[in-house]
Nanobody, 121 residues
């Protein structure tokens, strides 16, 4: 059973930066970051596939960067120019079979426990 462990969340002021990490216990193919704010549905933030192609939600394009270190089985999300509306619980997700990623939570059978990101104005 693949396990995912996120780290790097915290509190930051608007326009600040944070980097999230997600360590996987084994090999993965597609990985993604998702977030859920209180009272809202989970939404896809960014994903990366087996060829290192990435996709981003429109709301984070130009501000967030997803990357993956295959040697370390670790996924990252570098977040710049953070806004209060980015406040949410951020979770990473993965699959070991599919090759191309999409920002649909249903694609991912493995999930981490989440890390909180809070952006104050």
């Amino acid at each position: 059973q693949l396990q995912l462990v996120e780290s790097g969340g915290g509190s930051v002021q608007a326009e600040g930066s944070l980097r999230l990490s997600c360590a996987a216990s084994g090999h993965t193919r597609i990985m993604g970051w998702f977030r859920q704010a209180p009272g809202k549905e989970r939404e896809g933030v960014a994903c990366i596939d087996g060829d290192m192609r990435s996709s981003y939600a429109d709301s984070v394009k130009g501000r967030f960067t997803i990357s993956k270190d295959n040697a370390k089985n670790t996924l990252y999300l570098h977040m710049d120019s953070l806004k209060p509306e980015d406040t949410a619980m951020y979770s990473c997700a993965a699959d070991v079979r599919q090759w191309m990623c999409e920002l649909r939570p249903s694609m991912y059978p493995y999930w981490g426990q989440g890390t909180q990101v809070t952006v104050s104005s």
